[in-house]
């Protein structure tokens, strides 16, 4: 990974850990970091755009190994956002079923995409 690849990375993971940090509301804290995760997505793509002269390697190395890395963050944050604006007002019970529901759907995500998931992790390349 390029040199400017890794420092925006490490900035948007710095911006990531101060919001986690500094706010408590639990949605405007992944509304924050929905946002900042897309603006870093804007800049990485606009970096990889910068350069003219590309090698099919050079880019492979991009979709494969680098955009994920961005793209992870804003799956990530963007589903807890998604969770906690749904979530029911009301007791434990109701919140636990809630949470439980929705660790299900994950968990069946996961396993409908375990092929591509093992691919990605072994470090294939067919």
Known sequence: MSAKFKQLLSDLNEQLNFINLEMDDSIAKSEKSVEITLKAIGNLKKQFLKDKSISTDTE????????????????????????????PHGGDRITKKYLNKELKKLKRYFDNNLDFYNYHRTGSSF
Do not use: G, Q, V, W
């Open 60 to 87: 492979i190395d991009f979709f494969k190994n680098i955009k994920p890395k961005f793209a992870s963050l804003y799956i990530y944050h963007n589903a807890i956002f998604k969770i906690e604006t749904k979530m």
